[in-house]
């Protein structure tokens, strides 16, 4: 059997103030971040405890991926070895990386979105990726690392990725993932048997919430 936790990185002050991150801007965690993949590493180490050690770990290729599993690593006294993956990192949002979204950016996300749901998924806004692409990167992860892999494997990325991996893993549609709610560390736990994946477990931030609130 195989079993993947998704994870999404901590809080950055980008996520704070509501801007658009993409793939162009490599934010660090903020302070807040910072707490948070603290108390995501006894999370972890308490998982790891109760039972059994990841197998393999990764994480894209942009520092608040690597900077949410830092304190994890640093507790495995050298036993983890993280993977960095260009294959997880965000949906690029081209020209509106960097930005505040205005009425009009709002406007023209939603209408990407509404064609993503009926079908059309190569919209995409300007310089950015589709949906797609994404799926291409997605599809060429699973097929590179989890085809034949057996164990427990830890994907700390974002949080399109993780929507898309969601789709591909168990068959949640693009309307659906609209509304899905993938908060920062939000965790996913997937079983794979037979060739079968199914959402063993969802917290989005449950492990977080009682310490951080």
């Known amino acids: 059997m195989l079993q993947i936790y998704l994870l999404r990185h901590a809080e950055t002050d980008f996520n704070k103030r509501k801007m658009v991150q993409g793939q162009k801007i490599d934010a660090p965690l903020n302070m807040k971040g910072v707490s948070q993949s603290i108390l995501l590493s006894t999370y972890l180490n308490e998982l790891e405890h109760s039972k059994k050690n990841f197998h393999q770990v990764f994480c894209s290729s942009l520092q608040r991926t690597k900077q949410t599993l830092q304190p994890f690593l640093d507790s495995s006294s050298g036993r983890i070895t993280l993977q960095e993956e260009p294959l997880l990192n965000e949906i690029s949002w081209g020209i509106h990386e960097g930005k505040i979204p205005s009425k009009r950016m709002k406007k023209d996300f939603n209408e990407m979105l509404n064609d993503w749901a009926k079908g059309d998924i190569d919209t995409k806004v300007e310089g950015g990726e589709s949906a797609r692409d994404c799926l291409v990167r997605v599809d060429s992860f699973i097929e590179k690392f989890l085809e034949h892999a057996e164990g427990r494997i830890l994907i700390c990325c974002h949080g399109w990725t993780v929507k898309f991996f969601l789709h591909r893993l168990i068959n949640s549609s ?30 989005p931030d449950l492990h977080l919430k009682t310490k951080l609130s």
């Open 174 to 203: 693009l309307a659906d993932l609209k509304h899905f709610r993938v908060p920062n560390t939000g965790l996913f736990a997937l079983n794979r048997q037979s060739d079968t994946w199914t959402l063993h477990e969802q917290a």
